[in-house]
């Protein structure tokens, strides 16, 4: 089972991107940190998990 999880931008605060969580990286509670291109900053930036 994996879980669905929202990305958002650290720089502008948009939620851009959605992508999944395995069920063992959510037993050891680990946050997403991508870094994913932001159309609103024009550049790529770190994106944390939000729900």
């Known amino acids: 089972m994996a879980e669905i ?3 958002e931008c650290e720089a502008c605060g948009e939620r851009n991107y ?3 969580k395995t069920k ?3 037993q050891q509670r680990v946050k997403l940190h991508l870094k994913k291109y932001c159309p609103r ?3 790529h930036v770190a994106h ?3 729900k």
């Open 5 to 7: 999880v929202t990305l």
């Open 18 to 20: 959605s992508t999944t």
């Open 24 to 26: 063992t990286m959510m």
């Open 41 to 43: 900053c024009r550049k």
């Open 48 to 50: 944390k998990e939000v």
